[in-house]
């Protein structure tokens, strides 16, 4: 009930794709989403996050899709640049949580 | 700077060692956290506290001691160090649990020997 999944384990995109991460939940009472990134020896910083009340939520080149019935929501890049090269984790919790289940991470690889 | 700083960045120690871990946040947050993320890079919360008080405590060694002097500092102490606990130790902070997110600090990497 606790779980959060993620796919892929690793993306390698092309500079200028679309880079899409999926992430799916059990447990129906989260209602809060936010996405993290991590670049190699640096901590995890909040990039983008999404309550249920909305579909979609995008902020610059990231867009959040949430799809509250199926319990999956995803993380699309466009115009992805190497620059994005890092680690995406999902993670889930209740608004106001102690703490979230994080996903267990997406290693993207962006080619120049 | 407004940020959460730990402090190792680096630990390399022998087994049956104990060592420190410190973490300071100046964000005015009132909950702070130890999450551990092994070498699959999975993130696991291992304790939380709010306001200088235990609210979280998973499934973590007794060995594991953590201490909140106040709430602006989360420490961590572990005993008799074993291989398996190396790993990249996190601390984050939050205000109200996780209505705004983490903001997680740049980690310490333990290295057991």
């Known amino acids: 009930q606790q779980q959060v999944k993620q796919s892929p384990q690793s993306l390698i995109v092309q500079k200028g794709g679309i880079s899409i991460i999926n992430c799916a939940y059990e447990?129906?009472?989260?209602?809060?989403f936010p996405w993290y990134q991590q670049f190699p020896g640096k901590g995890p910083a909040l990039l983008i996050a999404?309550?249920?009340?909305?579909s979609e939520k995008k902020e610059g080149r990231f867009t959040i899709s949430f799809n509250k019935s199926a319990k999956q929501f995803s993380l699309h890049i466009m115009d992805s640049q190497p620059g994005d090269s890092a680690t995406y984790f999902c993670?889930?919790?209740?608004?106001?949580?102690?703490?979230?289940?994080f996903g267990p991470g997406t290693r993207l690889s962006v080619l120049p | 700077d407004t940020a959460v700083s730990q402090t190792p960045k680096y630990l390399v120690t022998q087994m049956g060692n104990d060592k420190s871990i410190k973490c300071e946040q100046n964000?005015?947050?009132?909950?702070m956290y130890w999450y551990k993320q092994d070498s699959k890079k999975f993130l696991k919360i291992m304790f939380s506290y709010n306001n200088k008080e235990l609210i979280i405590n998973e499934t973590v060694p007794n060995r594991f001691s953590p201490k909140s002097p106040d709430k602006a500092h989360l420490n961590l102490h572990i005993n008799s160090l074993e291989l398996g606990d190396s790993a990249v130790y996190f601390c984050?902070?939050?205000?109200?649990?996780?209505?705004?997110?983490?903001?997680f600090g740049s980690g310490t990497r333990l290295t057991v020997v």
């Open positions: 999404i309550r249920p009340d909305v």
């Open positions: 993670a889930a919790s209740l608004s106001y949580g102690q703490n979230f289940v």
């Open positions: 447990n129906t009472a989260f209602d809060y």
């Open positions: 984050a902070s939050s205000q109200g649990g996780t209505a705004y997110g983490y903001t």
């Open positions: 964000l005015g947050h009132d909950t």
